[in-house]
């Protein structure tokens, strides 16, 4: 051991810089990384011997023995004890008080990994196996003379994987552990129960997995879905299989924490035993949208064939509280993790309400609601499972009707929850959707079906876990961060991986890295040899970074719309295409300025890269009318989730969604009226306005109660031109009101489109704010 530190010695009196340093691309960026000014390189090659001298440390040398062999082909030699090896893995006895902390050197003798424990050794094997792919030569892996310390900004890093709508199984749940590792994440949060599936045996209950574990067939796109592709779908781990994962990601340092959902989200569970229903002998079709194809038969209790929120949720009774023990007990003998999730989120409280059972546990447990009801159970299950030393995390729902004593708190509804646990002094996990949910569309233009909200990588590498108004002695209680993938439109893999790249990569940073270490412009340097390391592991990723940007403006005297582009690279090109009803030909032209768009036309653009395309192509069909381009005001601001394409200008760009829910057009208004005042310019004759909205009853989208349009001369009085409730309803959940006005003048336009408010009961949702949705005002 005094030759480790021997040679350590000699290397930290090297004068050292952290100028080169920059040329080399570490995610997460470490917290110092330099390189020394005395010329020198090691080569890692055939020869090359790696030697563990610490407890506990085998299988990271195991670990990185295999990656090299397996992706360069080269076989490294593990050893143990004795003297230095070309790479030598050892303690630094707590040098760093941070877990996971980790020191890396280079120098004449060799590649010194140290770490205060062996989870920290396992991270600078990461690094190192980052660095070799950078250095690769003929001969083997040369390394500059270098040193890195490093350790994590927030104890808690985690992704999630939703395996309720989809089942992967063990092969990829077990590349997807790698995924994280090579990420430097120590958590790993696994969704095993669903409405649409229940993936875990339980031997007490096999009909759990017999039953519940499959459906009958599954909607097809976008929910409510345009069929029903009537194939028995689904799967599960037997508890086996599960051992061999869970000791698969400690290998890798990284805890699963299983997601047992509670008291909603639990209608396979109900498929399979009808008695934890609170009305057993009612079909589930009974609670499926209309709207939406059922496959095999309507009768009885069976496991959700499409996606959304339902009303079937679990019975406060004792018999189903003496099924959750069951199902815990057997649960916490596979699962190490200190941490149980139990759901609680998305719980209707409709069948609650109607429940004689319910109401009459409510008066005799002196429960002000069924919010209060909600308490009870989940303070339930936490006062069982803190017996038997574990802790739960629940969705920050639970924070509803009053905390339970010990939670961890996962704020996913933004960072509200999360920011009011931490004030009450309760750990908590932040995953607000804006930034980490990784179900989102990369791409403004996303060809494939998904969730329809947009949050690019931008978004994600933007997001800092610690609020800015939670007071700093409140700070420790944000644990970290998470970054969640709900799979109703991932049925593969291959889908999953494309989702989850690069964008994991950013939320790396967003956990490990200093805050004052992290920089968009570094990172975006860094997402080219990303992209490398994609193709050398053999992963699939979204193109998004390549696309050409495009932006859609008023005119300076908004008298027609501005289209602008920007290129993602400095050395890539926008191209684009411009096709005129009535012109013969459409040109091709690299762009170089803003093109002004004054009728209706087809606008298409991509990028290329020497010639060659680096991005699909993208069409704006415009339809131009007399409020196109012009100014326009909103009393009420959009929902942050859905803010539209440029705020309220999104509602007059001439641009209407093709795409249903898979759009970013939509402007969202949870539980608010959308009320707009356009401003013509001048007074002009008009005739009709039409509001282009969409409605999905099963995400709790509905069309307004009532549409009034009022009309105005001097922006100051109005009056009503027209109301209307008709929703002229089309394809994929979208259409129109229209008001016809008559030929009048007017200069200005005022729309109220009113919000349906709380969503009445018997409805999807009831109880909730609506949302309304709109992408666009047509003047004619």
């Not at 020198?40 to 020869?47: A, D, E, L």
């Not at 345009?226 to 299989?241: A, H, I, K, S, V």
């Not at 208004?669 to 009709?688: K, P, V």
């Not at 030929?743 to 729309?751: D, H, S, V």
Request: hydrophobic fraction near 35%; glycine fraction near 8%; include cysteine.
């Amino acid at each position: 051991m005094m030759r480790i530190y021997a040679c350590l010695l000699a290397l930290a009196t090297t004068l050292a810089t952290s100028l080169s340093a920059q040329n080399y691309s570490i995610v997460p960026e470490p917290v110092s990384f330099t390189l020394s000014k005395t010329a020198g390189s090691f080569t890692v090659n055939s020869s090359t011997k790696i030697n563990n001298m610490g407890s506990g440390l085998e299988p990271s040398a195991n670990f990185l023995a295999s990656y090299v062999q397996k992706l360069y082909g080269t076989k490294l030699d593990t050893i143990r004890g004795g003297n230095i090896a070309d790479i030598t893995l050892y303690n630094l006895f707590n040098k760093e008080p941070r877990a996971g902390a980790y020191e890396l050197q280079v120098n004449s003798k060799g590649i010194f990994i140290g770490g205060d424990d062996a989870e920290g050794v396992f991270h600078g094997v990461q690094t190192l196996l980052q660095l070799l792919a950078q250095n690769k030569k003929d001969a083997g892996f040369t390394l500059p003379f270098m040193t890195i310390r490093d350790y994590p900004r927030f104890a808690y890093r985690s992704m999630h994987l939703d395996e309720g709508r989809h089942f992967f199984g063990m092969d990829f749940v077990k590349k997807y552990i790698d995924y994280l590792a090579m990420h430097k994440m120590n958590y790993f949060h696994w969704h095993l129960t669903e409405d649409q599936g229940w993936r875990i045996e339980i031997k007490k209950y096999p009909r759990l997995t017999e039953v519940g574990g499959f459906r009958n067939g599954t909607i097809i796109g976008r929910y409510p879905g345009t069929g029903n592709d009537n194939l028995r779908y689904g799967g599960f781990y037997t508890q086996d299989q599960i051992r061999e994962i869970v000791k698969y990601a400690e290998s890798r340092h990284i805890t699963i924490i299983p997601e047992i959902e509670l008291p909603g989200h639990a209608s396979a569970a109900i498929a399979a035993y009808p008695e934890l229903s609170c009305f057993p002998e009612e079909a589930t079709y009974k609670y499926f949208p209309k709207e939406s194809v059922w496959a095999g038969d309507t009768t009885g209790k069976q496991v959700i064939q499409g996606w959304g929120v339902y009303d079937d949720v679990f019975v406060p009774s004792e018999n189903t509280f003496k099924f959750l023990e069951d199902v815990f007990d057997e649960v916490l003998a596979l699962f190490s993790s200190k941490y149980i999730h139990i759901g609680g989120d998305e719980s209707p409280k409709t069948n609650w309400k109607r429940s004689a059972f319910c109401q009459q546990l409510i008066k005799e447990k002196g429960l002000k609601d069924e919010h209060e009801l909600q308490s009870y159970f989940i303070q339930r299950v936490e006062k069982f499972l803190n017996a038997k030393g574990r802790t739960i995390i629940g969705w920050d729902e639970i924070l509803e009707g009053g905390l339970a004593p010990n939670a961890v708190v996962m704020s996913w509804r933004g960072e509200e929850g999360g920011i009011a646990a931490a004030k009450e002094n309760h750990k908590v996990i932040m995953t607000p959707g804006n930034y980490v949910y990784l179900d989102h569309s990369q791409t403004r233009n996303e060809d494939s079906v998904t969730f329809s909200a947009y949050t690019p990588i931008e978004e994600t590498y933007s997001y800092d876990p610690l609020p800015a108004e939670l007071p700093a002695d409140k700070h420790s209680y944000i644990w970290g961060a998470q970054g969640n993938v709900w799979t109703e439109y991932m049925k593969n893999p291959s889908k999953v991986e494309y989702m989850i790249f690069p964008r994991l990569s950013a939320l790396s940073e967003v956990l490990w890295s200093p805050k004052e270490k992290r920089s968009w412009d570094a990172f975006d340097k860094k997402i080219p040899f990303l992209i490398d390391l994609y193709k050398l592991i053999g992963t699939n990723y979204s193109k998004a970074y390549f696309e050409t940007v495009a932006t859609v403006e008023p005119s300076a005297n908004h008298e027609g719309l501005l289209v602008k582009l920007e290129s993602p690279l400095a050395e890539a090109k926008s191209i684009y295409t411009h096709e005129i009803p009535g012109a013969t030909t459409a040109d091709r032209n690299n762009y170089k300025q803003a093109v002004k768009i004054n009728g209706s036309s087809k606008f298409t653009y991509w990028t290329e890269l020497d010639g060659n395309p680096m991005s699909s192509k993208v069409t704006l069909d415009f339809s131009i009318n007399k409020a196109s381009g012009k100014m326009i005001t909103l009393a009420d601001t959009p929902s942050k989730s859905y803010p539209g394409q440029g705020g309220a200008f999104g509602l007059v760009n001439g641009l209407r969604s093709a795409k249903g829910m898979n759009s970013v057009e939509w402007l969202g208004f949870n539980g608010d009226d959308l009320d707009a005042t356009i401003d013509l310019g001048r007074s002009t004759t008009i005739s009709s306005v039409e509001l282009h909205i969409l409605e999905s009853p099963g995400s709790w989208i509905y069309a307004p109660r009532i549409l009034e349009v009022q009309v105005s001369n001097d922006g100051k009085n109005f009056k009503t031109a027209g109301t209307t409730q008709t929703f002229d309803k089309k394809e994929l959940m979208m259409g129109s009101m229209t008001i016809n006005t008559g030929k009048q003048q007017a200069r200005y336009i005022r729309l109220k489109a009113r919000n349906q408010g709380v969503i009445a009961d018997g409805k999807a949702g009831a109880g909730h704010k609506a949302w309304l949705f709109a992408d666009e005002i047509i003047v004619r």
